[in-house]
């Protein structure tokens, strides 16, 4: 079961915090960085020029490509809450990526050059706030343990039954044989769609041949008129 929270200060060198648990059950990474993406817009004062600067490429990237993309997204309805407070405050909002753990001395990851070095001191700070608003909303292991049991044990069988269909022999297919539907029709249709020669005589039928003459052995059809 993962939990996800927020922390959010207001203010630089200030007291004025707020620590919360992500709404919904989908409790995500990407959901978390838009939560306060989100709690942002929501404490923004009207008309604020707002520039945020995160480390979740995918979350940017969304919201860079305009709000139809963001209409299908999973997290379509924080987006639509997002976009609800900028059109309500007229609030402009940029969001620029860059790459996490730049602060890190092991760290191989590249520096773009529109990353300034209080960028790299925020978002250190934010991993370790981040960490510490998590390590506060953990769930105990009593309360969970029984959810990591079970669901260990469905992916378990889940996996033992593709395993099992995996190498089970093909089955036999049979093709099913369809009754072909005669078309009832009079004797009259019948010789009108006929391409052969039919001459009725004595109450009889018989097929001619192409120059209109009998031949017995071509004698097919026999009805009573």
Aim: net charge neutral; with cysteine.
């Amino acid at each position: 079961m993962r939990s996800v929270a927020c922390v959010c200060f207001f203010r630089p060198n200030s007291k004025i915090w707020a620590i919360l648990r992500i709404a919904g059950e989908h409790q995500t990474v990407p959901r978390a960085e838009l939560s306060v993406i989100v709690t942002l817009e929501e404490f923004a004062a009207e008309g604020t020029i707002l520039t945020y600067v995160g480390d979740n490429k995918p979350v940017i990237d969304l919201y860079n490509k305009g709000r139809a993309a963001c209409k299908t997204a999973t997290n379509a309805d924080l987006y639509n809450l997002l976009y609800k407070y900028i059109d309500d405050k007229h609030i402009t909002l940029k969001l620029i990526w860059m790459p996490s753990h730049l602060d890190d001395p092991e760290s191989d990851k590249v520096r773009p050059g529109w990353v300034t070095d209080l960028d790299i001191l925020g978002n250190g700070v934010a991993d370790a706030l981040a960490t510490w608003a998590s390590n506060a909303c953990e769930l105990d292991l009593n309360v969970i343990g029984k959810v990591i049991f079970y669901t260990h044990l469905c992916s378990t069988i889940q996996l033992r039954l593709a395993t099992i269909i995996c190498n089970l022999p093909n089955r036999a297919h049979h093709r099913k044989i369809t009754n072909v539907k005669l078309l009832k029709i009079s004797f009259e249709e019948a010789i009108d769609m006929s391409r052969h020669l039919v001459h009725t005589e004595k109450g009889c039928a018989q097929m001619l041949d192409m120059h209109g003459e009998r031949r017995l052995g071509y004698q097919v059809v026999i009805h009573p008129l």
